[in-house]
């Protein structure tokens, strides 16, 4: 079992970055794929980005060219590099980790994974 912590939330203006991160306790991540999703008000928790433990990566059209998904060489946090933020970016963002061996469609779906962080909240003003 794996357990998941985000931090790097906060509030920023249109156009501009943050970086969050996820850091498994105790655990080595190089096992598991590792996923970034978000929901926002109102609406259902959506796919951002994956990393599998080849380091192949993927991302939902909405975000290429402006997120980055990354893992650390020790294996025990990945990152989201968020440039260029827009006000419909605005979200809890949830890290999630499978042990799961599957497609990438697999991996965009909320039901493929097994663990889940608390959110961190990121706000994005106009």
């Known amino acids: 079992q794996v357990q998941l912590v985000e931090s790097g939330g906060g509030l920023v203006q249109a156009g501009g970055s943050l970086r969050l991160s996820c850091t498994a306790s105790?655990?080595?991540?190089?096992?598991?794929?590792m996923g970034w999703f978000r929901q926002a008000p109102g609406k259902e928790r959506e796919f951002v980005a994956f990393?599998?433990?080849?380091?192949?990566?993927d991302y939902a059209d909405s975000v290429k060219g402006r997120f980055t998904i990354a893992r650390d060489t020790a294996k025990t946090t990945v990152s989201l590099q968020m440039n260029n933020l827009k006000p419909e970016d605005t979200a809890v963002y949830y890290c999630?980790?499978?042990?799961?061996?599957?497609?990438?469609?697999?991996?965009?779906?909320?039901?493929?994974?097994?663990?889940w962080g608390q959110g961190t909240q990121v706000t994005v003003s106009s």
């Open positions: 990393i599998r433990r080849n380091g192949a990566t």
């Open positions: 105790g655990r080595t991540i190089s096992m598991y794929t």
């Open positions: 999630a980790a499978t042990s799961v061996l599957s497609s990438g469609t697999y991996y965009k779906s909320v039901s493929g994974y097994d663990y």
